[in-house]
């Protein structure tokens, strides 16, 4: 990967730990309500949007998604709701996975941020790393994987909501399930 290529990719790093950013100072802003012993748990999400280009394709849940306007053309998805941001970035790369991921990586850890877990799963027959990054008061979930010459990378996460339980990861780990890579 050349050197303007991992400039762009540090940049889209930062854009992203600045919008989660910015959703946390949205919500700190917002007064919080008392807590409804009566309320039921969260409904599982029940509509899905799908979202397709080039030759990926996933669903995300049906919300208030604001899209992002990034000049990078390797961004080919950025959305951001009241509490939550997904992005989808694909940029050419010469590197296998292992590699790929770890310069990634490294990346979000020279930006400042924890990485706090890191996988090697399969999602539909393709080997992808899944890591689980923190940074102030937000977490993110990320997803890479190398294909056809290509690096994927998979964002999904947001301000961390001590009361909203497992709300974000279940959502960004049901997304993530929908993504589909083809030839």
Same mark, same amino acid.
């Given at each position: 990967?050349?050197? %303007?290529?991992?400039i762009?990719?540090?940049?889209?790093?930062?854009?992203?730990?600045?919008?989660?950013g910015?959703?946390?100072?949205?919500?700190?802003?917002? #007064? %919080?309500?008392?807590?409804?012993?009566?309320?039921? #748990?969260?409904?599982?999400?029940?509509?899905?949007?799908?979202?397709? +280009?080039?030759?990926?394709?996933?669903?995300?849940?049906?919300?208030?998604? +604001?899209?992002?306007?990034?000049?990078?053309?390797?961004?080919?998805?950025?959305?951001?709701?009241?509490?939550?941001?997904?992005?989808?970035?694909?940029?050419?790369?010469?590197?296998?996975? #292992?590699?790929?991921?770890?310069?990634?990586?490294r990346?979000?850890?020279?930006?400042?941020?924890?990485? *706090?877990?890191? *996988? +090697?799963?399969?999602?539909?027959?393709?080997?992808?790393?899944?890591?689980?990054?923190?940074?102030?008061?937000?977490?993110?979930?990320?997803?890479? %994987?190398?294909?056809?010459? *290509?690096? *994927?990378?998979?964002?999904?996460?947001?301000?961390?909501?001590?009361?909203?339980?497992?709300?974000?990861?279940?959502?960004?780990?049901?997304?993530?399930?929908t993504?589909?890579i083809?030839?």
């Open positions: 990967m050349t050197r %303007t290529k991992w762009l990719f540090r940049v889209l790093i930062v854009m992203i730990v600045a919008t989660v910015l959703i946390i100072l949205a919500q700190t802003d917002k #007064p %919080t309500p008392p807590p409804d012993v009566d309320a039921a #748990p969260p409904s599982p999400i029940t509509q899905w949007l799908d979202v397709s +280009q080039e030759n990926w394709r996933l669903s995300i849940p049906v919300a208030n998604w +604001q899209p992002q306007s990034v000049s990078d053309p390797d961004v080919k998805l950025f959305l951001v709701d009241d509490k939550w941001v997904i992005m989808l970035v694909k940029q050419e790369t010469d590197s296998e996975l #292992p590699d790929f991921a770890a310069n990634v990586l990346d979000f850890s020279i930006d400042g941020a924890t990485i *706090y877990s890191i *996988y +090697q799963i399969s999602l539909h027959d393709q080997e992808f790393v899944e890591a689980e990054v923190a940074k102030h008061r937000a977490v993110m979930w990320i997803w890479m %994987t190398t294909k056809g010459g *290509y690096g *994927y990378g998979l964002v999904c996460g947001g301000g961390i909501d001590p009361d909203a339980g497992t709300s974000m990861y279940d959502m960004c780990q049901s997304v993530s399930n993504f589909h083809d030839q």
